[in-house]
């Protein structure tokens, strides 16, 4: 009964109040109206207003009596009140209530109000709420479960007001926003007030008080899932990690804090939290063994983050399956995340059809999973890991991609030295990158990396912790012994010896068939060294002896071995092949690609014969040196005499460069003339080198079998039909070319290996960059549509990067060859 009388009364007091301000036009009624609504919300010492008082006004009349204050800003009795009286009164109503009734009215007068005095005044409002401390006490209320109204749908709207406010405010006050409301600054003070509620329980904790993290756990989320995780986390996880250094109720803190972030936003919360802390041991303290107890944790920890993304960087990995292998409980848990990224790794399709990146990112996780297995896990696994390195060592080492046959080659390489088979340890040849640095560094990781420096710690100084290189390279000088040094010819100034020529017993053949022979008969490595550097410019040189025995010659270097291990000896042997190609080219070229089928030749050879059609074809479509016109007989000297009289063309040069000088010219021609255009050798011999190469691709042999597993040669021969078809430009047989080679290429236009993917668009490339535009509408009318979708498809799809790039490339050059086709046909005809 105490209780309604105690609500009645509020009631009339508020409502008496409001038609004060409504009606009055008394500045001390106007005070005096204020001062009783600041009272409600008004604690502190000599307050007539009682606790149910205060609690009732709360409750049912805050949210109104802002309301009719932002509805009133414009009103003459707020006009009357002086700057100070404003702060002091207006102002404070919305700075000491509840805040998260006063954030909901606050945010809503924004999005409602126009651009007006009101507005700014609402917005300076909003900035002393952010800047005072408020939104701490917000959350702090959650957490002590003191709100007087909650309510699933008020905490949502809450909750989407707290985390969205940037957002709300740029779209209403752009472009004159106000700093703090930028996410620059408003999302690390949201990290700061969440850390201040989080530290308010920890000490209500330790006071025997019972809290709850479930808003401050929502809040966590949602700003993380709304993409601002690295703003965040910036300013949490270090907090965190020193927090819980040495204090188990933060520790007790963080682990409720996570377990109630809502299953739908743990994702973002965890891959933000890995990024930002510094080692396993700060994220064991900060998660616990939220993987044991979440499964949605432990999916993202031990499965998304490792297989099916590829982002993050290797410090990442290493905290993550560092943080696994930390604890007993969790170590389980590595030994699964190994057997899946040795699956993955292994895996032959996954090899074909996702990008070398993730591939690589696999490798890093593998290795590191490995390092971290203690010699009776690495026991119980030992047949497990070794079906791994042998089928995924076979699967790298089949890509025709460079990066994935060194991925695999070092990884075995790693596994092998891991797991000691007996002393056995594999070893390839490799050229080592960056990346194979960074794989084998994995295998011994600085332990430096590692460690976690104990906040308010200093760090020992490098002298004592490691010897200086000064005083460990001066070691061994200690040792030596000093007579030693009287014998020393170190002082002495070597010869330069850069400009000394090689003496040879053999002398370099003059003459083609004598290079022939000894490369036929001889047995002599200087002989056959000195042979292939004279070849190709005696074949350049006299082009009728290169003629004569230019099949036979081609035959012998194709077929011809580095038995001598001769400086260079691919680049001659190449080069010479060239030679001869160009200088004789219809049976050369015949020979050589009738050769690419047939039987007994190895995979290098094959590719070698593309390697030499393809440079002669590049040779032959480009002008001839010889025919370019001199031009020093064209082009008067201009050069002066020391003797004027001896040069008669002298006074004639000096007087029109004076009258030259001298005149105004409105336009002037070419300073020099055009350059003459030459016949193309290559136009005319094109389909000798491109249709005989289409001629058996279909059938496979015993040692060859192009549309199976011998890929990397397939790759090759349709790169190569694209510089062909490239290089048939303005040709008549381009047509032709075109039709033919997207024939052949629709057939294997999805094959799995990327390296072919990439030949097959390059070539779609060189088909519309050569073929003419009104070819391709009446040529490949009834193929234009296919081809696009399929372009399209590549372009969204394809795990290969430069075959997306590609697939884009083609697309563009179709569209504008359409274009250009489409707008010549609508031109009106002269006859017309």
Same mark, same amino acid.
């Given at each position: 009964?105490?209780?309604?009388?105690?609500?009645?009364?509020?009631?009339?007091?508020?409502?008496?109040?409001?038609?004060?301000?409504?009606?009055?036009?008394?500045?001390?009624?106007?005070?005096?109206?204020?001062?009783?609504?600041?009272?409600?919300?008004?604690? @502190?010492?000599? !307050?007539?207003?009682?606790?149910?008082?205060?609690?009732?006004?709360?409750?049912?009349?805050?949210?109104?009596?802002?309301?009719?204050?932002?509805?009133?800003?414009?009103?003459?009795? /707020?006009?009357?009140?002086?700057?100070?009286?404003?702060?002091?009164?207006?102002?404070?109503?919305?700075?000491?209530?509840?805040?998260?009734?006063?954030?909901?009215?606050?945010?809503?007068?924004? @999005?409602?109000?126009?651009?007006?005095?009101?507005?700014?005044?609402?917005?300076?409002?909003?900035?002393?709420?952010?800047?005072?401390?408020?939104?701490?006490? *917000?959350?702090?209320?959650?957490?002590?479960?003191?709100?007087?109204?909650?309510?699933?749908? *008020?905490?949502?709207?809450?909750?989407?007001?707290?985390?969205?406010?940037?957002?709300?405010?740029?779209?209403?006050?752009?472009?004159?926003?106000?700093?703090?409301?930028?996410?620059?600054?408003?999302?690390?003070?949201?990290? %700061?007030?969440?850390?201040?509620?989080?530290?308010?329980?920890?000490?209500?904790?330790?006071?025997?008080?019972?809290?709850?993290?479930?808003?401050?756990?929502?809040?966590? #989320?949602?700003?993380?899932?709304?993409?601002?995780?690295?703003?965040?986390?910036?300013?949490?996880?270090?907090?965190?990690?020193?927090?819980?250094?040495?204090?188990? =109720?933060?520790?007790? =803190?963080?682990?409720?804090?996570?377990?109630?972030?809502?299953?739908?936003?743990?994702?973002?919360?965890?891959?933000?939290?890995?990024?930002?802390?510094?080692?396993?041991?700060?994220?064991?303290?900060?998660?616990?063994?939220?993987?044991?107890?979440?499964?949605?944790?432990?999916?993202?920890?031990?499965?998304?983050?490792?297989?099916?993304? $590829? %982002?993050?960087?290797?410090?990442?990995?290493?905290?993550?399956?560092? $943080?696994?292998?930390?604890?007993?409980?969790?170590?389980?848990?590595?030994?699964?995340?190994?057997?899946?990224?040795?699956?993955?790794?292994?895996?032959?399709?996954?090899?074909?059809?996702?990008?070398?990146?993730?591939?690589? $990112?696999?490798?890093?996780?593998?290795?590191?999973?490995?390092?971290?297995?203690?010699?009776?896990?690495?026991?119980?696994?030992?047949?497990?890991?070794?079906?791994?390195?042998? @089928?995924?060592?076979?699967?790298?080492?089949?890509?025709?991609?460079?990066?994935?046959?060194?991925?695999?080659?070092?990884?075995?390489?790693?596994?092998?030295?891991?797991?000691?088979?007996?002393?056995?340890?594999?070893?390839?040849?490799?050229?080592?990158?960056?990346?194979?640095?960074?794989?084998?560094?994995?295998?011994?990781?600085?332990?430096?990396?590692?460690?976690?420096?104990?906040?308010?710690?200093?760090?020992?100084?490098?002298?004592?912790?490691?010897?200086?290189?000064?005083?460990?390279?001066?070691?061994?000088?200690?040792?030596?012994?000093?007579?030693?040094?009287?014998?020393?010819?170190?002082?002495?100034?070597?010869?330069?010896?850069?400009?000394?020529?090689?003496?040879?017993?053999?002398?370099?053949?003059?003459?083609?068939?004598?290079?022939?022979?000894?490369?036929?008969?001889?047995?002599?490595?200087?002989?056959?060294? *000195?042979?292939?550097?004279?070849?190709?410019?005696? =074949?350049?040189?006299?082009?009728?002896?290169? %003629?004569?025995?230019?099949?036979?010659?081609?035959?012998?270097?194709?077929?011809?071995?580095?038995?001598?291990?001769?400086?260079?000896?691919?680049?001659?042997?190449?080069?010479?092949?060239?030679?001869?190609?160009?200088?004789?080219?219809?049976? =050369?070229?015949?020979?050589?690609?009738?050769?690419? $089928?047939?039987?007994?030749?190895?995979?290098?050879?094959?590719?070698?014969?593309?390697?030499?059609?393809?440079?002669?074809?590049?040779? /032959?479509?480009?002008?001839?040196?010889?025919?370019?016109?001199?031009?020093?007989?064209?082009?008067?000297?201009?050069?002066?005499?020391?003797?004027?009289?001896?040069?008669?063309?002298?006074?004639?040069?000096?007087?029109?460069?004076?009258?030259?000088?001298? !005149?105004?010219?409105?336009?002037?021609?070419?300073?020099?003339?055009?350059?003459?255009?030459?016949?193309?050798?290559?136009?005319?011999?094109?389909?000798?080198?491109?249709?005989?190469?289409?001629?058996?691709?279909?059938?496979?042999?015993?040692?060859?079998?192009?549309?199976?597993?011998?890929?990397?040669? *397939?790759?090759?021969?349709?790169?190569?039909? @694209?510089?062909?078809?490239?290089?048939?430009?303005?040709?008549?047989?381009?047509?032709?070319? #075109?039709?033919?080679?997207?024939?052949?290429?629709?057939?294997?236009?999805?094959?799995?290996?990327?390296?072919?993917?990439?030949?097959?668009?390059?070539?779609?490339?060189?088909?519309?960059?050569?073929?003419?535009?009104?070819?391709?509408?009446?040529?490949?009318?009834?193929?234009?549509?296919?081809?696009?979708?399929?372009?399209?498809?590549?372009?969204?799809?394809?795990?290969?990067?430069?075959?997306?790039?590609?697939?884009?490339?083609?697309?563009?050059?179709?569209?504008?060859?359409?274009?250009?086709?489409?707008?010549?046909?609508?031109?009106?005809?002269?006859?017309?």
């Amino acid at each position: 009964m105490a209780s309604d009388l105690a609500n009645a009364d509020v009631r009339l007091t508020v409502a008496q109040n409001f038609r004060t301000l409504a009606s009055s036009t008394d500045e001390k009624d106007i005070i005096a109206a204020l001062q009783t609504l600041l009272s409600f919300v008004n604690d @502190g010492p000599g !307050t007539t207003v009682t606790s149910a008082q205060r609690s009732e006004f709360n409750k049912a009349h805050y949210t109104r009596t802002l309301q009719f204050l932002v509805s009133n800003i414009q009103a003459d009795w /707020l006009k009357k009140l002086s700057g100070g009286q404003r702060a002091e009164l207006w102002d404070s109503l919305f700075l000491k209530g509840p805040p998260e009734q006063t954030l909901l009215v606050l945010m809503e007068a924004i @999005g409602e109000l126009r651009p007006s005095g009101s507005l700014d005044r609402i917005v300076n409002i909003t900035e002393r709420f952010l800047q005072s401390g408020r939104l701490a006490d *917000l959350l702090w209320s959650y957490c002590l479960q003191t709100s007087l109204s909650d309510s699933a749908q *008020l905490r949502e709207t809450l909750l989407s007001r707290i985390c969205a406010l940037p957002d709300l405010t740029a779209n209403k006050l752009h472009p004159n926003n106000r700093p703090l409301f930028s996410p620059q600054q408003y999302y690390p003070l949201l990290a %700061k007030e969440m850390l201040t509620a989080l530290e308010r329980t920890c000490q209500a904790l330790r006071d025997g008080t019972n809290c709850s993290l479930m808003f401050v756990a929502q809040t966590f #989320g949602k700003v993380c899932i709304q993409g601002h995780s690295d703003a965040i986390m910036a300013s949490m996880a270090p907090h965190l990690s020193a927090c819980t250094f040495n204090d188990m =109720v933060w520790q007790r =803190v963080c682990w409720k804090l996570l377990e109630n972030v809502p299953q739908r936003w743990m994702e973002s919360v965890l891959t933000g939290l890995v990024q930002a802390v510094h080692g396993p041991d700060a994220l064991g303290r900060i998660i616990g063994n939220l993987v044991l107890t979440n499964k949605t944790a432990q999916f993202v920890i031990t499965h998304k983050v490792l297989l099916l993304q $590829y %982002k993050y960087k290797t410090q990442v990995l290493r905290t993550i399956l560092s $943080y696994l292998a930390a604890d007993r409980d969790r170590r389980p848990l590595l030994i699964q995340v190994l057997r899946s990224l040795s699956q993955a790794w292994a895996n032959p399709s996954a090899i074909k059809h996702t990008p070398v990146e993730q591939q690589f $990112y696999v490798s890093k996780a593998l290795l590191l999973s490995v390092s971290l297995l203690k010699d009776s896990e690495l026991q119980d696994l030992r047949s497990e890991l070794l079906q791994c390195m042998l @089928g995924g060592m076979q699967s790298h080492l089949d890509s025709s991609v460079v990066r994935i046959r060194n991925m695999g080659m070092v990884v075995g390489e790693c596994l092998s030295s891991r797991m000691d088979f007996g002393g056995i340890k594999l070893k390839f040849e490799y050229e080592q990158d960056e990346e194979t640095r960074e794989l084998l560094f994995l295998m011994n990781p600085d332990p430096c990396e590692e460690s976690e420096p104990e906040p308010g710690i200093g760090v020992c100084s490098s002298e004592e912790s490691d010897p200086s290189p000064q005083k460990e390279s001066s070691q061994p000088k200690l040792k030596t012994d000093p007579d030693s040094e009287l014998d020393s010819d170190d002082d002495l100034t070597p010869y330069d010896m850069s400009e000394d020529v090689k003496m040879s017993k053999a002398s370099q053949p003059r003459y083609l068939r004598d290079c022939l022979e000894i490369l036929l008969s001889s047995a002599d490595p200087e002989r056959v060294e *000195l042979s292939l550097i004279a070849a190709e410019g005696l =074949v350049r040189k006299n082009s009728f002896a290169a %003629k004569e025995i230019s099949v036979q010659m081609t035959k012998v270097l194709l077929h011809m071995e580095d038995k001598y291990s001769i400086d260079g000896f691919l680049n001659l042997r190449q080069a010479t092949m060239v030679a001869l190609t160009v200088t004789d080219c219809l049976p =050369v070229t015949q020979y050589l690609t009738s050769e690419f $089928y047939s039987l007994n030749y190895s995979l290098r050879q094959r590719l070698d014969i593309l390697e030499v059609l393809a440079l002669a074809a590049q040779e /032959l479509s480009k002008p001839v040196a010889g025919d370019k016109t001199p031009l020093v007989n064209s082009v008067p000297s201009t050069e002066i005499s020391p003797y004027p009289g001896d040069n008669p063309v002298h006074w004639r040069q000096v007087v029109e460069k004076r009258i030259q000088s001298k !005149t105004k010219y409105i336009s002037k021609g070419a300073s020099q003339p055009a350059p003459k255009g030459t016949r193309s050798r290559y136009a005319a011999v094109a389909g000798y080198f491109f249709f005989p190469l289409l001629r058996n691709y279909d059938k496979p042999q015993v040692t060859f079998d192009l549309l199976g597993s011998d890929h990397l040669v *397939l790759g090759r021969l349709i790169h190569t039909l @694209g510089i062909f078809m490239h290089l048939a430009v303005n040709a008549p047989i381009a047509a032709q070319m #075109g039709c033919a080679l997207l024939d052949f290429i629709w057939t294997v236009r999805y094959h799995t290996d990327q390296m072919v993917r990439r030949g097959i668009l390059f070539a779609v490339c060189s088909v519309f960059l050569s073929m003419p535009s009104h070819s391709l509408l009446v040529d490949l009318s009834d193929q234009l549509f296919e081809t696009r979708t399929w372009l399209a498809d590549v372009a969204e799809s394809d795990p290969d990067a430069d075959c997306r790039s590609l697939a884009v490339q083609s697309l563009v050059l179709l569209d504008e060859s359409l274009k250009k086709q489409l707008q010549g046909s609508k031109q009106p005809s002269l006859d017309s």
